[in-house]
């Protein structure tokens, strides 16, 4: 059974940084990509930053040069790192398998508020 529990989010101002973590059961990363969505108000959820089974990141262009992902397969976590914060951040973060269309349920998520 899979398993998916966010935590690290919370208020931080426009150039903050937070680091999300993601522990994980049920999933085998060697045989999973997976990667950090989020969901901002009146928007649909989005993919914003994957790693793939061999290890490899990929971002949005939005998120570059700002965002690390990053795993830790002994122990079963993915990590967001997120640095220089921006208002247009803001929203629930959830960590799940790559692609989206495969996901078969949400965790709670961890929310994420940029502002002033």
């Known amino acids: 059974q899979v398993q998916l529990v966010e935590s690290g989010g919370g208020l931080v101002q426009p150039g903050g940084s937070l680091k999300l973590s993601c522990a994980t059961s049920?999933?085998?990363?060697?045989?999973?990509?997976m990667g950090w969505y989020r969901q901002a108000p009146g928007k649909e959820r989005e993919l914003v930053a994957s790693?793939?089974?061999?290890?490899?990141?990929d971002y949005i262009n939005s998120v570059k040069g700002r965002f690390t992902i990053s795993r830790d397969i002994a122990k079963r976590m993915v990590y967001l790192q997120m640095n220089n914060l921006e208002p247009e951040d803001t929203a629930i973060y959830y960590c799940n398998t790559v692609p989206q269309s495969l996901v078969l349920s949400w965790g709670q998520g961890t929310q994420v508020t940029v502002s002033s």
């Open positions: 049920g999933i085998m990363f060697t045989r999973n990509a």
């Open positions: 790693i793939a089974r061999g290890g490899t990141p």
